[in-house]
């Protein structure tokens, strides 16, 4: 409905594994964006891609890896994940970075539980 | 101080109540302003931009105090379809779409 669309809509792991998340943005966007929602928390900004350059990396460990091959497309790769980052993988895009009220269009996030 | 700050609620009204949720924010060089709604295990949604003269749109109207660094959005008539998560969004200071959100406040409209 959004057109942003995540994928998978869930995802269970192990510590030792590695998994990616998906995003794709039907909408002709420039900029996208990775949040991270957990129970209680607001939601959390990690990366910010204008133009598949990466804007913005807001202090998140390196076992979180994005990459963006194109507008369109945003991957979040995981690696030796911890419990506590166990949470709701949001994906945003809008239409760039430079006006003010740029409206960010959120995907349905991916839910992910790190055992 | 968090950065942007909201009662979290729950607010139980009853459907056709008026109710009124606020929220602070502490960067004074914070430039755009938003409500996002977000229904339960969905993304949010924007629901309206807040801009300095105030806005309405329908039965949500938007105020902005940048003297008191303080936003508040105003529902009236509420109807059992508002119940959702209300979040105050503010644009980080330092220009780019950098968002930070606020925990939301919780609206429960009861018949």
């Known amino acids: 409905e959004t057109g942003v669309t995540q994928t998978p809509r869930h995802l269970v792991m192990g510590m030792t594994n590695k998994k990616s998340l998906k995003c794709e943005q039907h909408l002709g966007h420039n900029a996208m964006y990775w949040y991270k929602q957990s129970a209680k928390k607001p939601l959390e900004l990690m990366f910010v891609?204008?133009?598949?350059?990466?804007?913005e990396n807001n202090s998140v460990p390196s076992r979180f890896s994005p990459e963006c091959p194109n507008s369109s497309h945003l991957f979040l790769h995981l690696h030796t994940l911890q419990p506590e980052d166990s949470a709701l993988y949001l994906c945003?895009?809008?239409?760039?970075?430079?006006?003010?009220?740029?409206?960010?269009?959120f995907g349905p996030g991916t839910r992910l539980t790190v055992l | 101080r968090k950065e942007v700050e909201q009662d979290p609620g729950p607010f139980n009204v009853p459907e056709g109540a008026t109710v009124a949720f606020n929220c602070t924010y502490s960067?004074?060089?914070?430039?755009?302003f938003f409500w996002y709604r977000q229904d339960c295990r969905k993304e949010p949604k924007l629901l309206m931009s807040?801009?300095?003269s105030g806005n309405e749109d329908g039965r949500f109207t938007a105020q902005l105090n940048r003297a008191s660094q303080y936003i508040s959005l105003l529902i009236r008539d509420s109807k059992l379809s508002d119940s959702a998560t209300y979040l105050c969004?503010?644009?980080?200071?330092?220009?780019?779409?950098?968002?930070?959100f606020g925990t939301g406040t919780q609206l429960k409209v009861e018949l």
């Open positions: 945003a895009s809008s239409q760039g970075q430079g006006a003010t009220y740029n409206e960010q269009f």
């Open positions: 807040v801009y300095s």
């Open positions: 969004v503010v644009n980080k200071a330092g220009g780019g779409n950098k968002l930070t």
């Open positions: 891609y204008n133009f598949k350059e990466q804007t």
């Open positions: 960067n004074s060089a914070s430039q755009s």
